[in-house]
């Protein structure tokens, strides 16, 4: 069924392209060409190497948004999972990546990761978008090679559609590396505060889609230490929240933050797109200095 929904829209995008880009199209032999047909037939994993290879070479901007239109679709045949048939190596347990807009009532930044797990521990990791840009490289020690997490701060906007590569090291000298391919985030904003303890989720539009439902993640930090872990969280898959529960917490000032999570794959590699609201709220039960004397004395 979904397979004859994309192969209803890929044959509707043809249509949709400027006449010489279409007879172009229809007699071309290039990476694009090759993309749309085995994605028409139903190889997905093939039409995903076409468009990486597509992705190396020069693009008009109708180009551009054409890849990323076709990756938007194959991954909707199975939420990403048979894009890629390369599986992770015996010694990395998972792989996450994350692109992240926080809102806060100063300003709106953007957060990228990449965070996962390993036996035998990650010596190194990089990130680089297509041909030779940079974004995260980082040599890590034992301590955090088995649990790791490296940001990266999109200070001028967020991590664009693109094409990428992922590298990692063991602790035992094994390498192992992917293209990945990240499309166009979300324009709608679907999470907003409606006060201080309650906001707004915009319903779901697409009800059949292949991906897990959004999940919703709450956070509670102490206002002097947000970086720090959160002193209070919790996460709903079914029912999402709109309001912030009554928690049991000293009285005084916080940092709250609500993320709204939407997880989709490329084979084996997990990607989660978050949109986070944050700002400061009072909670009024008991005075944090009264709370601070009282727990001394004890």
Not at 228 to 247: H, Q, Y
Request: charged share 20%; glycine share 4%; hydrophobic share 40%.
């Amino acid at each position: 069924m979904v397979r004859a929904v994309i192969q209803s829209i890929t044959l509707t995008m043809t249509l949709l392209l400027p006449a010489h880009a279409l007879a172009a199209w229809f007699s071309g032999a290039d990476a694009l060409t090759s993309a749309h047909q085995r994605l028409l037939e139903g190889n997905t994993a093939q039409s995903f190497d076409a468009m990486v290879e597509a992705w190396q070479q020069n693009k008009t901007q109708t180009e551009h948004d054409h890849l990323t239109d076709l990756l938007s679709l194959a991954i909707s045949e199975d939420c990403g999972r048979s894009l890629s048939s390369l599986s992770l190596p015996s010694w990395l347990q998972s792989i996450v990546i994350r692109r992240e807009t926080v809102q806060t009532p100063n300003r709106v930044y953007y957060q990228f990761s990449i965070y996962g797990s390993s036996k035998t521990g990650v010596s190194k990791l990089s990130f680089a978008e297509w041909p030779e840009k940079s974004l995260i490289l980082s040599d890590m020690d034992e301590e955090s090679g088995n649990q790791f997490k490296l940001e990266f701060d999109a200070v001028s906007g967020m991590v664009h559609a693109g094409l990428y590569k992922l590298a990692l090291t063991s602790s035992e000298g094994e390498s192992w590396s992917s293209w990945v391919l990240i499309g166009e985030p979300d324009a709608t904003q679907k999470i907003s505060w409606m006060d201080s303890r309650s906001w707004r989720i915009a319903p779901t539009t697409d009800l059949k889609s292949t991906c897990p439902r959004p999940f919703l993640s709450m956070n509670l930090y102490q206002q002097s230490d947000a970086d720090e872990a959160p002193i209070w969280s919790e996460e709903k898959d079914k029912n999402l929240p709109t309001s912030l529960p009554v928690i049991d917490v000293p009285n005084g000032q916080y940092w709250f933050s609500v993320a709204l999570i939407e997880r989709r794959w490329q084979g084996a590699i997990l990607f989660e797109d978050v949109q986070r609201i944050a700002r400061s709220i009072d909670l009024p039960d008991i005075d944090l200095k009264e709370f601070s004397i009282k727990n001394t004395a004890e």
